[in-house]
């Protein structure tokens, strides 16, 4: 079982930036994806951003231009680097891993390991 901690959330006025962090432990498949998703109160949970074991990255049309993922592979740690925040970014914000089936799905649903969450919130 893959076990995620995520850190770096915080209170932030709009245009701000913040960085989050993920640090993950346990895979035991070296090929994987990794992802950033959000679930603000009332809402779905949602995808923002993936990246495969290689690499290759994938973001939602709302926050492109705006995010940037990256990954450490040793050790296993996750960022999610957030510019130009709006007021619309404030959600919770969840860590999570899965399987790489030739690609990375935005599908909250594809993934199978999830951290606690850390609380984003833009002010305007």
């Known amino acids: 079982q893959v076990q995620l901690v995520e850190s770096g959330g915080g209170s932030v006025q709009a245009g701000g930036s913040l960085r989050l962090s993920c640090v993950a432990s346990?895979?035991?498949?070296?090929?994987?994806?990794m992802g950033w998703f959000r679930q603000a109160p009332g809402k779905e949970r949602e995808g923002v951003a993936t990246i495969a074991y290689y690499g290759g990255t994938g973001y939602a049309d709302s926050v492109k231009g705006r995010f940037t993922i990256s990954r450490d592979n040793a050790p296993n740690t996750l960022y999610l680097q957030m510019d130009s925040l709006k007021s619309e970014d404030t959600a919770m914000y969840y860590c999570?891993?899965?399987?790489?089936?030739?690609?990375?799905?935005?599908?909250?649903?594809?993934?199978?390991?999830w951290g606690q969450g850390t609380q984003v919130t833009v002010s305007t």
């Open positions: 346990g895979f035991t498949n070296s090929r994987n994806c």
């Open positions: 999570a891993a899965g399987y790489w089936m030739g690609y990375c799905s935005i599908d909250p649903k594809k993934y199978n390991s």
